[in-house]
Structures are given as structure tokens and as C-alpha cells.
């Protein structure tokens, strides 16, 4: 049997790229699948496109409203009874620049969508799986946390940000059975770039390599996992 038959997952980001194909595996898995984006007419699209979506929860919304993250999470408890599995794919690289250029508000923007969003998220759902016997936090990092790259300074400092932030409540939460995790993915083919990388990884890649995460037992946990195409030797 498969063991993410029945699964509660929540999904952010889920409209394109890494996170849709996540939800079109977990649902062809027989996982009940929460999800997300910011797009209406994404959401629509690919709900058209899902089989059995009657055992989800979906609505679109913009990350960047705290309230909004807040009644969603809520919502999906109401629906689902529990959330098993929380995984932050949402993301975003809009204000590429060198660090001299970077506008403030440009820095504020990432920061609240690739760190304060998903940090919301994860408390949200922390704060009702605590009865549980176990949950597992999985979150899309990348490899940016690892190197430092010109051109991409607010973009780095979000994640590597949310990174830091998710060392330290790894050790906090371990002891009461709450794995976090993060995956850390060099290049990826999706829309969040302007031209096609045929070289880069699949989104299908990434998501497969997120569901092995999800695979093992209660007491073992992959709290970091590096995926990078061949292509790509900018690290360390």
C-alpha cells in the first residue's frame, strides 16, 4: 500500500511549477491535498486538470496577508480533521539586483514572501499537530543557501534567512516528534524564469524528490537534501 494513501498534505505555491507538479503526484498517490496559490485562474486550471479532487481544499490568495494564511490553515483543519504532511513551495525572485541597488521595498517583499509566509505556515499548523503522534514540515529552500551568487542578493538573503530559521526550530520541535525538513534545488525549469533551461531540473525531479522525503518512517528524518542538474557546478 502505498503510505501516502489517505495522507493530509498541505501544499503552498501550488499553482506552477515545483509545487503543481507536487499536487498532481499526491493526489495520483490517493493523498487528500490542500493547496494554494496566488492565482485564481492558475487554481481553476489546475483543478480542471485533477482527479479526485474531491478529496482536497483549495483557494487563492496572496502569501504576503498574514490573515489570509491564518484562515486558510484553518479552513483545511475544518475540512481535512488533521494535516499530516506541510509542505512551503511558494516562492518568489522578482527583485534581482546587485546588493547596492536593491530598493527596500523590493528586500521587504522577499523577505515576507520567502520567509515570513512560510514561517507563518508552518506555525499555523505546528500550534494543532502537537497532539499528534508525529507531522512532517517539508520546505523548498535552495541552493543560494549554500553559495553566494552576484545579482541575486535579496533573493538569498530570504531564503538563506528562512533557512537559519529553520535550523533552529528543527532542534526545538524534534523531541515532540515534528520533523523539519529542508530540500535544497539548484536550477529548475519552471516559469519563475524568463527563458526555457531544458538543462536545468524538471519540476517532476524536484517533486519525486520530495515525496522519497516523505516516504520514511516516523523516526527518521531528512532534514537536508541537495538536488542539483549536472549541468551546475556553482557550489561552494
Do not use: H
Not at 480533521?81 to 546588493?99: S, Y
Request: proline fraction near 3%.
Amino acid at each position: 500500500m502505498d503510505k501516502l494513501l489517505g495522507k493530509n498534505i498541505l501544499v503552498t505555491g501550488a499553482t506552477s511549477g515545483i509545487g503543481k507538479a507536487l499536487v498532481e503526484k499526491l493526489f495520483e498517490r490517493g493523498a487528500n491535498v490542500a493547496f494554494c496559490g496566488r492565482s485564481e485562474f492558475k487554481l481553476n486550471k489546475l483543478i480542471s486538470e485533477i482527479a479526485g479532487i474531491d478529496k482536497g481544499y483549495f483557494e487563492a490568495f496572496d502569501i504576503s496577508n498574514e490573515s489570509k494564511i491564518i484562515s486558510f490553515v484553518a479552513s483545511v483543519y475544518e475540512k481535512l480533521g488533521t494535516i499530516d504532511i506541510l509542505v512551503n513551495c511558494a516562492g518568489a525572485n522578482t527583485a534581482k539586483a546587485n546588493v547596492a541597488d536593491i530598493q527596500t521595498s523590493d528586500l521587504e517583499w522577499m523577505i515576507k514572501v520567502n520567509m515570513v509566509a512560510p514561517f507563518i505556515f508552518m506555525k499555523e499548523v505546528y500550534q494543532r499537530v502537537q497532539n499528534q503522534e508525529s507531522a512532517l514540515f517539508i520546505n523548498i529552500l535552495s541552493t543560494v543557501c549554500n553559495f553566494s551568487n552576484e545579482g541575486i542578493g535579496a533573493y538569498t538573503a530570504s531564503k538563506a534567512g528562512f533557512d537559519a530559521l529553520l535550523k533552529v526550530f528543527r532542534k526545538e520541535v524534534r523531541q515532540k516528534n515534528v520533523r523539519v525538513c529542508s530540500i535544497y534545488p539548484g536550477g529548475v525549469n519552471t516559469p519563475f524564469r524568463n527563458a526555457d533551461k531544458p538543462a536545468y531540473l524538471s519540476p517532476q525531479s524536484v517533486a519525486d524528490a520530495i515525496i522519497s522525503m516523505m516516504q520514511y518512517d516516523d523516526n527518521t528524518s531528512i532534514d537536508e537534501l541537495v538536488i542539483r542538474p549536472l549541468i551546475e557546478k556553482n557550489y561552494w
